[in-house]
C-alpha cells in the first residue's frame, strides 16, 4: 500500500472515530455524517474480516505476493472513493478517471499474465479484480457475481493442482480459492446493502480535484454550541433584473395593472346561486366507478431440499446440489454405469472416472467437470452452465438450455465431437489454443436458421444465418 493511499485512509479514520465521540457525548452537535461513518466503517471492517485473510495466504508464495499486493491497493483505493463520493459531488468522467487511477493500473495490468507455476492464479485474480468496474455501474452486485463466475474455471484448476500437493501447500492453495471467493461474495453483499444501485454522489459536494478526508473538521461547530448562522446572500455584481416584460407573464401583469379589477372581470359571467352544484340536488350526478383491489402476486420461493447421492440399477444420482455442500464429487462411478445430476444449484459436481454417459437436468449456476464419457453428455432444462471435458466425449446433446459453456480438451481438440441441439440460447464452445500459450479460443452456437424449399429434389435444406460480411 503507498504511504499516500494509507495517510488518506487513516485521516478518514480519525475524522470518523472523533465525530463518533461527539456524537456519543451530552449536548453534541447533530453532524451530517452519520451516513459516512456506517459505509466507510463498514468497508474498513470488510478490509479487516474479509480481505485481510487473503492478502495472508498470499504473502506466503512468491506466485502469490504479487496477487495480494495489487489487491490490496485497489481495495484500499476503492475505499478512499467511498469516502470521497460523500463530500463531493459527482466528478466529470476525465477527473473520475484521474481519482480511480491506481484501481484501473491493477485492473489494466492483471489482464495479460504471462504462463508459469501462478498463471491460473492470476488469471483467476483478473478476472475477480474487475468486479470494481461497479464503481462505474448501476447493477452493482450482479456484476459483482457475474465476475466471480467468470474466475470459477481457473479456481477449479487451482483446486485440482492443490489435490495433488502435500501439506502445508494444499490447504493453502485452497484457501486462495475460499478466500477469494469469499472476498468477492462479501463484496457483493456491501454493495447491495449501501449502493445497490450504483455509487452514490453528494449533489451539495464540492469537487473531488479540491477534497481532502478532513475537509469538513475545521467548519464543524464545536460540541455543545449551536451552529453558526447563515451568511448573508451573495451581492450580486451585475444589471438588476427585470421584473416584466413586453410579452409572457410581463404583459398579463400589466394588463392587470392598468385596467383594474374591474376592467379585467367585466366580461366573465357570474355564477348565480341556481347555478352552484349545492342547490341542484335533484340532478343526478356522475360517481366514479370503485376500482378493483389490486392483486398481489407473491414469489414463490423455492423449496431447498436436502443434497441426495445414491446408485440405483446401474445409474447414480446426484440430486439438489448446492453451494453448501461444496464441491460434489461421485468418485466410485464405474465405465458401465450412467450419472444423472437434477437440479444442481451454484456448485461443483466432479466425475474423475470415465463412465457410460451424463445427463444434466434443471441445473443453474453449476459447473460439471468429468474426465471422460463413452456415449454421450446430456443437458436440458438448464441455464448458466459449464461444461468442463478433461478428456474425452464423443457427443454432446443441448435442449431447452440457455447460456452453456462447453471446455473443450485437446484431446477433443483432436477428435471433435458432435454437438445436437434445439432450443437453445446462448451456447459457446471453448477449445484450447493453437500453442500451449495461445488463449483459449471461444465460439458461439448459431441460433438462428435459413430454410428453403427445393422444388427439384422436393426436399427443404437448412443453413445457420450468417450475419455480417
Known amino acids: 500500500m503507498s504511504d499516500a493511499l494509507l495517510t488518506r485512509l487513516e485521516a478518514v479514520v480519525n475524522r470518523l472515530e472523533k465525530h463518533a465521540k461527539k456524537v456519543g457525548a451530552p449536548g453534541a452537535a447533530a453532524d451530517d455524517e452519520e451516513e459516512v461513518a456506517e459505509q466507510i466503517l463498514a468497508w474498513g471492517e470488510y478490509m479487516k474480516t474479509h ?11 512468491d506466485e502469490m505476493k504479487k496477487i495480494g499486493t495489487d489487491m490490496e491497493k485497489a481495495l484500499t483505493q476503492t475505499g478512499v472513493v467511498i469516502a470521497a463520493s460523500v463530500d463531493c459531488k459527482k466528478p466529470a468522467q476525465n477527473d473520475m478517471m484521474k481519482f480511480l487511477g491506481p484501481i484501473v493500473e491493477v485492473i489494466s ?54 489435490r495433488d500437493m502435500e501439506e502445508p ?54 460540541a455543545g454550541g449551536a451552529p453558526p448562522p447563515p451568511g448573508p446572500p451573495p451581492a450580486s455584481t451585475g444589471p438588476p433584473k427585470k421584473t416584466g416584460g413586453s410579452g409572457g407573464l410581463g404583459a398579463v401583469f400589466g394588463e392587470l395593472t392598468s385596467k383594474g379589477h ?34 398481489k402476486f407473491t414469489k414463490k420461493e423455492e423449496v431447498v431440499k436436502e443434497p441426495k447421492l445414491y446408485l440405483n440399477k446401474g445409474t447414480w444420482f446426484s440430486e439438489n446440489a448446492n453451494s453448501s455442500n461444496g464441491i460434489t464429487e461421485i468418485p466410485d462411478v464405474q465405465l458401465k454405469e450412467n450419472v444423472y445430476i437434477l437440479k444442481p444449484r451454484d456448485c461443483i459436481v466432479r466425475i474423475p472416472n470415465k463412465c457410460k454417459s451424463i445427463q444434466i437436468d434443471g441445473a443453474h449456476k453449476a459447473t460439471i467437470v468429468f474426465s471422460s464419457v463413452v456415449s454421450l453428455c446430456e443437458v436440458f432444462n438448464s441455464s448458466r452452465v459449464k461444461i468442463i471435458c478433461e478428456k474425452f466425449a464423443p457427443s454432446f446433446a443441448i435442449d431447452k438450455t440457455s447460456g452453456v459453456s462447453i471446455f473443450l480438451s485437446e484431446e477433443n481438440k483432436a477428435n471433435p465431437p458432435d454437438i445436437i441441439c434445439s432450443s437453445i440460447s446462448e451456447v459457446n464452445i471453448v477449445v484450447p489454443g493453437a500453442t500451449p500459450e495461445a488463449d483459449p479460443i ?7 436458421y435459413i430454410s428453403k424449399y427445393d422444388p427439384a429434389t422436393g426436399k427443404i435444406t437448412t443453413e445457420p444465418v450468417v450475419h455480417g460480411d
Not at 471467493?181 to 455509487?199: A, I, R, V
Not at 471461444?442 to 438462428?448: G, K, R, S, Y
Request: proline share 6%; hydrophobic share 35%; aromatic share 10%.
Open 51 to 61: 480481505v485481510q485473510p487473503f492478502l495472508d495466504v498470499c504473502a506466503k508464495y
Open 109 to 162: 495490468g492483471s489482464q495479460n499474465p504471462k504462463r508459469g507455476k501462478g498463471f491460473d492464479m492470476e488469471k483467476s485474480f483478473g478476472e475477480c479484480i474487475q468486479c470494481l468496474n461497479w464503481l462505474l455501474m448501476p447493477n452493482t452486485y450482479k456484476f459483482i457475481t457475474g465476475q466471480k463466475e467468470a474466475a470459477d474455471f481457473y479456481m477449479i484448476k487451482i483446486q485440482k493442482v492443490a
Open 169 to 222: 501447500g494444499k490447504s493453502d492453495y485452497r484457501a486462495f480459492v475460499a478466500n477469494l471467493k469469499k472476498l468477492m461474495d462479501e463484496m457483493s453483499n456491501y454493495t447491495k446493502e449501501f449502493y445497490k444501485t450504483g455509487l452514490v454522489w453528494n449533489a451539495k459536494g464540492g469537487s473531488i480535484n479540491d477534497w481532502k478526508p478532513n475537509a469538513k473538521k475545521a467548519a464543524a461547530p464545536a
Open 262 to 295: 374591474s376592467g379585467v372581470t367585466a366580461t366573465l359571467k357570474k355564477v348565480t346561486k341556481d347555478m352552484k352544484a349545492k342547490n341542484n340536488k335533484d340532478k343526478p350526478v356522475l360517481k366514479p366507478k370503485a376500482k378493483a383491489p389490486a392483486k
Open 442 to 448: 471461444e465460439m458461439a452456437l448459431p441460433e438462428q
